[in-house]
């Protein structure tokens, strides 16, 4: 099973930018899907953006024209810039590869 560990959590002012990242333990390369879930307290965790191995990505609404998700296979590692940032973005990010869950990060966007 692949390990994942996560970084580039943070507390930012609303309207800042993070870039999450996300390293796997082993190759990504064959991986047909990857994906970025976040769970605010009190919330059930939900698909924030996915993007499949020939590149293709798809975004919850709210984050449309803010977000980007991204893979980069050399490095084994995926990743979510974050844009444009709001309090309602405030939640723990987790990335998901092959059935493994990353140990989250945590994203605080003060306004």
């Known amino acids: 099973q692949v390990q994942l560990v996560e970084s580039g959590g943070g507390l930012v002012q609303a309207g800042g930018s993070l870039r999450l990242s996300c390293a796997a333990s082993?190759?990504?390369?064959?991986?047909?899907?990857m994906g970025w879930y976040r769970q605010a307290p009190g919330k059930q965790r939900e698909l924030v953006a996915a993007?499949?191995?020939?590149?293709?990505?798809n975004y919850r609404d709210s984050v449309k024209g803010r977000f980007t998700i991204s893979r980069d296979n050399a490095k084994n590692t995926l990743y979510l810039q974050m844009n444009s940032l709001k309090p309602e973005d405030t939640a723990v990010y987790y990335c998901k590869i092959s059935g493994s869950w990353g140990q989250g990060t945590q994203v605080t966007v003060s306004s």
């Open positions: 993007i499949i191995s020939d590149g293709t990505t």
């Open positions: 082993g190759s990504i390369f064959r991986i047909p899907v």
